[in-house]
């Protein structure tokens, strides 16, 4: 598998878009966007692809654009983010146990990438999950982001059908948790509430934390 690079062109179309975003906003990141955090975290978040004015212009994943608000408050509030709020990579925020990445790594043209790009990039995602420690979950935010991830495991879609809430076996015994991408759409037409959404995150915490033995069940006791 490719490791992941900046300035990868794999995709001709998607190449072309960030060659024109560049030119028209010199001071954006406009290259394909690194996912964030430790490489063994026990949770893998998957989004779509980097918006325009956020992880493209930041070049950190959900950051400095709607989305990242609602995710790394939610994070933060269960112990996987150091602070509730991502504005830029040199913001001090640390992930914990937890690492983002994107089902496509750069920004589409209408935030809408081909499935031939999905395809192209999914090798990233193949490197990122075969880098998960046994037991791992993966949180597919959306169901691209879903659709992504059992690509890259070689399963049948039809197998593991996409729905806000479903919990999923994979191999390794990984789990494949699904959410409603905390997209501005989603968020304001109440399609997901933050209520919605922490009760996903807060299920992927517990459920790591059983894992984990009594030892760090007890140092989330608080939370």
Do not use: W
């Amino acid at each position: 598998m490719p490791a992941f690079s900046a300035d990868c062109r794999r995709c001709p179309r998607l190449a072309r878009h960030l060659a024109r975003v560049r030119d028209r906003f010199p001071d954006h990141h406009a290259r394909p966007v690194a996912p964030f955090g430790p490489n063994r975290g026990r949770l893998l978040v998957v989004g779509l692809a980097p918006g325009l004015h956020g992880a493209n212009r930041t070049g950190r994943p959900f950051t400095g654009d709607y989305a990242g608000l609602l995710l790394y408050e939610t994070l933060h509030r269960y112990g996987f983010a150091s602070r509730p709020v991502s504005t830029a990579l040199n913001d001090g925020l640390r992930l914990l146990d937890c690492r983002i990445t994107n089902a496509v790594k750069c920004l589409p043209p209408a935030n809408r990438p081909d499935p031939a790009e999905v395809r192209t990039c999914n090798d990233y995602l193949v490197s990122e999950i075969e880098a998960l420690p046994e037991g791992a979950i993966v949180l597919a935010l959306g169901r691209i982001a879903h659709d992504a991830v059992l690509m890259a495991l070689a399963l049948k879609r039809s197998s593991r059908p996409f729905r806000h809430g479903a919990r999923h076996a994979l191999p390794r015994e990984i789990a494949l948790f699904d959410s409603y991408h905390c997209s501005r759409y989603n968020t304001q037409t109440r399609r997901l509430t933050p209520a919605m959404f922490r009760a996903v995150v807060k299920a992927v915490r517990d459920r790591l934390d059983v894992s984990a033995g009594p030892r760090r069940r007890g140092s989330r006791a608080s939370r």
